[in-house]
């Protein structure tokens, strides 16, 4: 059974920067899409960044493209997301997770880490 264990988050001013990692532990999750997703309190999770197995492949919600990068290190079985000029509305529970391919529903990915919480304030 794998396990995906996100850490780096914290408390950050707006404008500020925070890189995220989740690393894999007990299994391989080199040949899995990795995702992160995010939710806010009172609402749902969303997503926000994937990357697939090669790593040559991404996808950005909207909300965070030219802000947020995703990367992975398959030797390290970790995967990163560097944040950037980050703003209040940033705010939330961010969540790793391991798929098939490179989604953005929810449903298309098996494995979740815990989630690490980010604060940006104004």
């Known amino acids: 059974q794998g396990q995906l264990v996100e850490s780096g988050g914290g408390s950050v001013q707006a404008g500020g920067s925070l890189r995220l990692s989740c690393e894999a532990s007990?299994?391989?999750?080199?040949?899995?899409?990795m995702g992160w997703f995010r939710q806010a309190p009172g609402k749902e999770r969303e997503f926000v960044a994937a990357?697939?197995?090669?790593?040559?492949?991404?996808d950005y919600a909207d909300s965070v493209k030219g802000r947020f990068t995703i990367s992975r290190d398959n030797a390290k079985n970790t995967v990163y997301l560097q944040m950037n000029s980050l703003k209040p509305e940033d705010t939330a529970v961010y969540y790793c997770?391991?798929?098939?391919?490179?989604?953005?529903?929810?449903?298309?990915?098996?494995?979740w880490g815990q989630g690490t919480q980010v604060t940006v304030s104004s």
């Open positions: 990357i697939s197995w090669s790593g040559s492949s991404t």
């Open positions: 007990g299994r391989t999750f080199g040949a899995y899409a």
């Open positions: 997770a391991a798929g098939r391919q490179v989604v953005v529903e929810i449903s298309g990915y098996r494995y």
